[in-house]
């Protein structure tokens, strides 16, 4: 009844026709992010996640044998569905990763209005110091932001 | 000794004018700095007419993000004090006055004025009162921020504060730009500040209305146990090291 790997009795495979489709789908999705990258579109450091994920991609269209194993240490019959909940988690994953850099981009926005609102306040205070003088150009102490990092 | 008062608005073209000339009477040696949180009406024009400072964020952030822009400015500018109340003439600039003279006498380190008044205290008839969602969703805040920070506070989603240098300095890097009242009073409890709470008059607002309908209420009380809960997990930071 219990059986250690689930897909110990009758397993299904990817047919070649799949995999020949996932390695043309693999090699086209990387050439777009090349291109996207060339094209000034995509800078690299975003590009690297999905680099990996295409090539994931490839690797498991050229060796089927990696998808099985995996299948199997998941306990699952169908290596197809073993394969759409690694791209399912995958995709969760890029998901959260975009929220957490969307976060970090909203504080900076807002410390960067914040910047520019103080300074406006400033350069008029200056400007009343001055008795409606020459202009607001008062050097502005280099306050080296702590959002970096 | 100085004091920056700063009133953060959004779009309070009809009242900031008359809270500004309110805190120039009731406070006339503090300089006074209006955070205009990007309204699209005349707000920083009315401001400025008064011959006060006007920082004018360049679009809408948030409660929270113009309160930061006023500590910001404080610490920067090297005030000694700080203190901001609302726009909308809720709050009047005589007891704002009050709560600066507990920091300044080094009482406290953040005071917060309380709606809540004193019940010895004889009613008037344009005093603040709560409305029933209000008053549910006070109740849910006032339980659980007293569990985390183990302490009593009555109003806690107050908006007329008053701060020392500690203050300006940990709620200027640290200050949540969508929760603010709440989660920065458990902050500076949680980096061991002395918070206080003063008992003071408010007033029914003058201009504008109440952004709370009982869904957004609810979504709001949802929201803020949640950002309690998260920040009773937070790491600890620096503030409790200078003192």
């Known amino acids: ?149 | 000794m100085r004091t920056l008062v700063f009133i953060p608005a959004w779009n309070e073209e009809a009242s900031v004018a008359a809270v500004i000339a309110d805190v120039r009477r009731e406070l006339p040696r503090t300089d006074i700095l209006v955070v205009d949180d990007g309204s699209i009406d005349a707000t920083t024009a009315r401001a400025r007419e008064c011959g006060v400072l006007v920082a004018t964020l360049p679009f809408n952030q948030g409660l929270g993000a113009a309160l930061q822009t006023g500590y910001l400015y404080a610490l920067r500018e090297g005030y000694d004090f700080c203190a901001h109340l609302d726009a909308d003439g809720q709050h009047p600039p005589a007891e704002v006055a009050r709560l600066l003279a507990e920091v300044e006498a080094d009482r406290a380190d953040l005071v917060i004025g309380s709606r809540y008044r004193d019940p010895d205290a004889e009613a008037s008839a344009d005093d603040y009162r709560p409305t029933l969602s209000r008053r549910i969703g006070t109740g849910v805040f006032r339980f659980f921020l007293t569990l985390a920070t183990r302490q009593r506070f009555t109003d806690t989603t107050s908006g007329m504060r008053a701060a020392n240098r500690r203050v300006m300095s940990l709620f200027s890097e640290n200050y949540s730009p969508d929760f603010a009242e709440i989660e920065s009073l458990q902050l500076a409890v949680r980096e061991g500040l002395r918070v206080e709470e003063v008992p003071v008059r408010m007033l029914e607002r003058a201009g504008g209305s109440s952004f709370l309908t009982p869904l957004r209420s609810a979504f709001f009380i949802f929201k803020g146990v949640v950002v309690l809960l998260v920040g009773q997990f937070r790491p600890r930071r620096h503030a409790e090291a200078e003192r």
Request: cysteine-free.
């Open chain 1, 1 to 149: 009844m219990s059986l250690p790997f689930a897909a110990d009795a009758t397993q299904v495979h990817l047919t070649s026709q799949t995999r020949v489709v996932a390695a043309v789908i693999a090699i086209f999705f990387m050439l777009l992010i090349l291109e996207l990258i060339r094209r000034d579109r995509l800078q690299e450091r975003y590009s690297v996640i999905w680099f990996v994920a295409g090539l994931g991609m490839l690797a498991g269209a050229a060796f089927p044998g990696l998808l099985e194993l995996v299948a199997d240490l998941m306990g699952v019959r169908d290596t197809n569905v073993a394969l759409f909940s690694i791209v399912l988690l995958l995709l969760l994953g890029l998901a959260l990763n975009f929220s957490v850099i969307m976060s970090r981009q909203a504080a900076q926005i807002t410390r960067l209005a914040q910047e520019r609102a103080i300074e406006k306040a400033r350069a008029q205070a200056a400007e009343a110091h001055n008795g409606n003088g020459s202009s607001g150009e008062q050097p502005l102490e280099p306050e080296e932001e702590r959002l970096q990092g």
